[in-house]
């Protein structure tokens, strides 16, 4: 290499320090920006994110509509029903951000680019959650505006409460979806379809649609003991009589926390499984 | 950890830095190394060092245990015995200390192809902690003629771009230490004479310490200061390319690597062991 080349800006790279506050952000930014442009690339995804919440917000607004003109006080009560899925949403989608997102590594076969790079395994967990979190946004904003146009539900309407509605179920979404990443890492894709089920299986158990007490005594324990019911329980409560516990939802974040510390150690086990078994070198569509 | 696994960890340290080789100046000192899938011993109890500024070729046939070797040396796979330093660090434990020395390219993954690979490049840059990535990018895909590539798609490349991208990343880092696992494969022989063009000339400039992992002879023999030769995850010779050639009495590496896969010994005890294969020779 001759001397005037050697000499030009970019020979030589200026490597910042890799450890510390700064460098773990800057990581972090890094792979944050490799999923905008990801999303970027595709029109379609773009729509995607924004049209199966609308489609069920419209259902579910149609129908709220159509009980609003029956004689059930339950059913007459205002936007019970589109606030729940709403609300909904928001933990599956964050969900589905969190883990699509991560499998999205494994169908392009970057994970080993990733785990050989300096970008450590919680810098990882933390891009996905940062990203679920953008990519809720630009799902859900405008789905809201529309409820609010077509059926004049503002979801602002649960004021204060709502942010911390929006921390639980972001928090529970990232608690799943660090399990389900967890497992395709050990088991590889053919456990991808966990990613998309195993937010499902809250649906019942959280008492999206009805109140706890229309269950069964041993799983109103289950439910109680699941942080997204208590969102869901307050919104109803809000809604319907006016009221809001905050304790309800102080008990909501305890949980989280444990979840999440669940979360994350599956995660890491589980990571810890695949290097021990090879599987991260086979990992790929 | 069980008790004599345990014991075998501190056993390969203490011979480690009885050695001298967990000084954070060594880019690679393994121990012992070993991984077991099952029933398979992928990668047999290895011990080997590598010098700053050197490179040095992993040669083995299929399943010889190069990739596995390599992983392990990365941090991708947790070996079942031994121990891993690179740069004085160990591997398994303090990857994060030294990752930002390192880089590596392998057939086995790739760059997410939706991004384009300036936008790769670019992500790359940012995990690696470059203050100069624009100019870095600049400077690296004219060194390596891909700057009409850079507004492409990487999903869209022909394997030989790809390679040259892949490359490209390889190097953003200006790594001490560069793993390559099979640099050329799939590539035709223009392209592949390419590649290694750049890496010899890479190799000079920076001085960094090359590990390549291949079964392609002429690639060896161009690049490689030394050849580790493995068979069934052991090593069975550690020369320099011409001693091994002498060793065994060949014309050529191919022929060397022929006598090794299919079990035949070295010249000088073909009498007496033909139809072995040839002695393991710890290094």
């Given at each position: ?23 773990s952000l800057r990581r972090i930014g890094a ?255 | ?99 930002h020395r390192l880089n590596f390219q392998s ?63 390889a190097l953003l880092n200006a790594p001490e ?107």
């Open positions: 290499m001759s001397t005037a080349r050697t000499a030009r800006s970019g020979a030589e790279p200026i490597v910042l320090p890799p450890m510390g506050l700064s460098a792979l944050v920006r490799r999923y905008i442009y990801l999303l970027r690339s595709s029109g379609v995804r773009l729509v995607e994110l924004i049209y199966w919440p609308f489609l069920q917000m419209l259902t579910w607004g149609f129908l709220q509509k159509y009980l609003a003109g029956t004689t059930s006080p339950l059913a007459q009560a205002a936007g019970v029903l589109i606030g729940s899925i709403l609300l909904w949403d928001i933990l599956f989608r964050s969900n589905i951000g969190f883990a699509t997102t991560f499998i999205e590594e494994m169908w392009s076969r970057n994970l080993g680019n990733l785990l050989t790079s300096p970008l450590r395994p919680y810098e990882l967990v933390f891009a996905l959650s940062v990203w679920s979190v953008i990519r809720l946004s630009v799902s859900m904003v405008p789905v809201a505006t529309a409820a609010y146009l077509f059926f004049g539900f503002n979801l602002l309407d649960l004021g204060l409460p709502l942010v911390a509605f929006f921390a639980v179920l972001v928090l529970t979404s990232w608690s799943i979806g660090l399990i389900s990443a967890g497992v395709i890492l050990r088991y590889g894709l053919g456990a991808e379809e966990l990613a998309w089920s195993l937010a499902f299986l809250l649906l019942p158990l959280c008492c999206v649609y009805y109140p706890v007490s229309v269950l069964p005594g041993w799983l109103q324990v289950v439910a109680l003991a699941l942080p997204p019911t208590h969102v869901f329980e307050g919104m109803r409560s809000i809604l319907l009589h006016n009221t809001f516990d905050a304790t309800e939802l102080w008990w909501a974040l305890s949980l989280n926390a444990v979840y999440l510390f669940v979360g994350y150690l599956t995660f890491s086990r589980f990571l810890a499984s695949a290097r021990v078994n090879g599987s991260l070198l086979q990992l790929g569509e | 950890m069980d008790e004599r696994v345990d014991g075998f960890a501190k056993q390969a340290g203490a011979s480690l830095a009885e050695a001298g080789v967990m000084d954070a100046r060594v880019p690679v000192a393994v121990r012992d190394l070993t991984k077991i899938y099952g029933s398979v011993t992928a990668v047999d109890h290895i011990s080997f060092r590598l010098e700053p500024s050197t490179t040095v070729a992993l040669l083995g046939g299929n399943g010889a245990g190069k990739t596995t070797t390599i992983a392990m040396l990365l941090g991708l796979v947790m070996p079942s015995f031994g121990e891993v330093r690179v740069f004085g660090a160990d591997i398994s434990r303090n990857r994060g200390e030294v990752a057939p086995y993954v790739d760059l997410p192809a939706r991004l384009t690979v300036r936008q790769n490049l670019t992500v790359y840059a940012g995990l690696y902690g470059l203050a100069n990535a624009a100019e870095r990018i600049a400077y690296i895909a004219e060194d390596l003629q891909i700057e009409p590539l850079l507004d492409r798609l990487t999903g869209k490349l022909s394997a030989g771009q790809k390679t040259r991208v892949g490359l490209a990343k230490l560069l793993l390559l696992d099979e640099p050329t494969a799939s590539l035709d022989p223009d392209t592949a004479d390419w590649i290694r063009r750049k890496l010899k000339d890479y190799a000079r400039a920076h001085g960094g310490t090359l590990l390549i992992a291949s079964h392609n002879m002429t690639e060896v023999e161009r690049l490689a200061d030394r050849v580790i030769l493995l068979h069934q995850g052991r090593i069975i010779e550690d020369e320099t390319p011409k001693a091994l050639i002498t060793t065994f009495g060949r014309k050529s590496l191919e022929e060397v690597f022929l006598d090794v896969v299919r079990g035949r010994a070295k010249r000088d005890s073909d009498d007496t062991n033909g139809d072995q294969p040839p002695a393991r020779k710890v290094s």
